[in-house]
C-alpha cells in the first residue's frame, strides 16, 4: 500500500450540484496532484499542490479548485457538476515536486 | 497529436510468451519516465521508473530512447498475475504534471 488515502471511496451526485474529495498524502509527502481518469482513458493531470500553493495546472475549468492544508492534506472541489465530470478521481502525493508518485484508491464519481 | 502515445492493445499471450510495449512522447525537453499498472477499477501503480540507461527489475525490462522519444517495456516470462493495463508516464519539463497515455492492455491466458 502507498499510504495515500482517498475519500469517499464512491459518490453519487446530479447535475448543478457541488463535491468536495479528500486526499490524505503518504507520511512525509508534500505535493499532492489531481487526476481525472475517465473510463477507458489514462489519468489526465488537473492542478498539483506544493507546500499549499497551487503548483501547475492541466486543462480543466475553474470550477475545479483545491486547496492544501499544512498537514499536506488535500481538497478537490468542482462546482456546478456536469455529466462528463463522472470519472474515477486520483490523488497522487510525492516527496516533492518532481519526485515518483504513489496514487491513492481513488474516488469514483458519478454524475447524473 | 496527443503528448503520450501507447501501443492500442489490446494484447492477448499465453503464459510464458514476452511481450513488449512501446510509448512515444512529442517533448523533447521530457525529464522523467514512468510505467504504471493499473488493475480493473483500482489505482495506478508504479511498475518502474525508466533511466536513460535502461533499467531491470526481475522479468521487467524498461528502454528509453532519447533520439527518437519512445519508451518501451518488455516482460519475460509472463504470469496469469501480469493481466492488467499498463501506462506509460511522462513529465513533460522541470514541472511535475504527469502525462500519461491511454494504457495497453494487457490478457495473459493459461
Known amino acids: 500500500e502507498t499510504g495515500v488515502t482517498q475519500s469517499p471511496t464512491h459518490l453519487i451526485k446530479t447535475r448543478g450540484q457541488q463535491v468536495t474529495l479528500r486526499c490524505s498524502s503518504q507520511?512525509?509527502?508534500?505535493?499532492v496532484s489531481w487526476y481525472q481518469q475517465a473510463l477507458g482513458q489514462g489519468p489526465q493531470f488537473i492542478f498539483q499542490?506544493?507546500?499549499?500553493?497551487?503548483?501547475g495546472r492541466g486543462n480543466f475549468p475553474p470550477r475545479f479548485s483545491g486547496l492544501q492544508f499544512p498537514n499536506y492534506s488535500s481538497e478537490l472541489n468542482v462546482n456546478a457538476l456536469e455529466l462528463d465530470d463522472s470519472a474515477l478521481y486520483l490523488c497522487?502525493?510525492?516527496?516533492?515536486?518532481?519526485?515518483?508518485?504513489?496514487f491513492g484508491p481513488g474516488t469514483r464519481l458519478l454524475v447524473l | 497529436r496527443k503528448e503520450v502515445e501507447q501501443d492500442p492493445g489490446p494484447f492477448n499471450v499465453p503464459e510464458g510468451a514476452t511481450v513488449a510495449f512501446n510509448c512515444t512522447y512529442s517533448?523533447?525537453?521530457?525529464?522523467?519516465f514512468f510505467w504504471y499498472r493499473q488493475d480493473c477499477r483500482k489505482e495506478p501503480k508504479l511498475l518502474m521508473s525508466?533511466?536513460?540507461s535502461g533499467n531491470e527489475d526481475g522479468r521487467f525490462t524498461a528502454q528509453l530512447n532519447r533520439a527518437s522519444q519512445y519508451i518501451s517495456l518488455l516482460i519475460r516470462d509472463s504470469k496469469l498475475s501480469d493481466s492488467a493495463t499498463y501506462l506509460c508516464?511522462?513529465?513533460?519539463?522541470?514541472?511535475?504534471?504527469?502525462?500519461f497515455g491511454a494504457g495497453t492492455r494487457l490478457t495473459v491466458k493459461p
Open positions: 525508466v533511466y536513460s
Open positions: 517533448n523533447s525537453a521530457s525529464q522523467s
Open positions: 507520511s512525509g509527502h508534500n505535493t
Open positions: 508516464a511522462v513529465i513533460p519539463n522541470n514541472n511535475n504534471d504527469m502525462r
Open positions: 499542490y506544493y507546500r499549499e500553493e497551487e503548483n
Open positions: 497522487a502525493s510525492s516527496f516533492s515536486r518532481q519526485e515518483t508518485q504513489y
